[in-house]
């Protein structure tokens, strides 16, 4: 009797396994990040809290669009992130899921994405979204990251892009505190993100990536970084001045963060031409609970 050959069993953990990949090529932390800005610019836009409805699909839709960018950024940098010890295990260098199914994956996201906020908001905010995901996965990913030390200010552009989306799925417009929302998570992106190239200065030379922490002393980047986090603080009171909805709450609040942020990025620079340590994961930390409370302090502010 001959035996008849049967498939392998595919173990039940396979399949979870390979869900978590593919959330994970959506870099779910990052789009977390990116999410905090888009409610409270949401909130500042109503006037108070919107429906129910316009946030939930605003909010969906601004995540498979930042996901679908993200995707397509390991899709293409899945070259250097072999070489990179904080990126060689993500799910396309460690071969969970293949570059095609990736692709495939980010077009998805990003087709979903503008469907949502299509349907939903307004043509403004899904005109925003699209252009933000190609800023992203194009313009820095695949022009600017690998040719210029100044990528980083480059890719803040799209990283500050949720809080103009938030607020045009509300007016279906623009105005004056949008712009000053989108100054302030615009500066605040550049010691945020050299702070973490900084850690990761070794990685980013072996990938032959010109971050600036790469091509420039740490004495410069900690300057370039102070500079960033006055205008950070800058932005932040000119928001509180232009905007009707917030009021003292926001202006102590922001002021408070703003200063924090200033003196730690002074901290940093200090640690760096004093020749110790510069431990940049503090700047970096520093800057998530900084944005983080921001956003708080403005719908709290809102609210009241």
């Not at 605040?188 to 070794?202: C, D, I, V």
């Not at 924090?260 to 940093?268: K, L």
Request: with cysteine.
């Amino acid at each position: 009797m001959t035996a008849v050959s049967e498939r392998p069993v595919v173990p039940a953990r396979r399949l979870p396994a390979v869900v978590g990949a593919y959330v994970a090529l959506t870099k779910p932390k990052l789009v977390e990040l990116l999410l905090v800005t888009t409610l409270p610019a949401m909130m500042m836009a109503a006037g108070g809290w919107p429906s129910w409805r316009l946030v939930g699909a605003t909010m969906v839709g601004g995540m498979f669009a930042a996901g679908a960018a993200n995707v397509v950024n390991c899709w293409y940098d899945r070259d250097i992130d072999r070489l990179m010890s904080r990126t060689r295990n993500r799910p396309i260098p460690s071969g969970v899921v293949s570059p095609r199914a990736a692709l495939v994956f980010g077009g998805v996201l990003a087709a979903l994405s503008l469907a949502i906020l299509w349907f939903e908001t307004t043509p403004l905010a899904t005109a925003l979204a699209a252009v933000a995901i190609l800023a992203y996965s194009v313009v820095y990913t695949m022009v600017l990251k690998r040719r210029t030390r100044h990528n980083t200010v480059f890719g803040a552009f799209p990283g500050a892009a949720p809080v103009l989306i938030g607020w045009a799925a509300v007016t279906g417009s623009l105005d004056w505190p949008a712009l000053a929302f989108f100054a302030v998570v615009f500066c605040w992106q550049m010691p945020h993100f050299w702070a973490l190239a900084s850690r990761y200065r070794e990685d980013y030379a072996r990938a032959g990536v010109p971050m600036l922490s790469v091509v420039a002393g740490p004495a410069s980047v900690g300057r370039q970084s102070v500079v960033w986090a006055w205008a950070t603080l800058g932005a932040t009171l000119l928001m509180g001045s232009v905007t009707p909805v917030l009021g003292w709450a926001f202006a102590i609040g922001g002021g408070l963060l703003g200063a924090w942020y200033v003196a730690e990025s002074h901290q940093w620079l200090g640690r760096v031409l004093a020749a110790l340590p510069d431990r940049p994961m503090r700047l970096f930390s520093v800057s998530i609970t900084h944005m983080t409370l921001l956003s708080i302090a403005i719908a709290v502010d809102v609210l009241l």
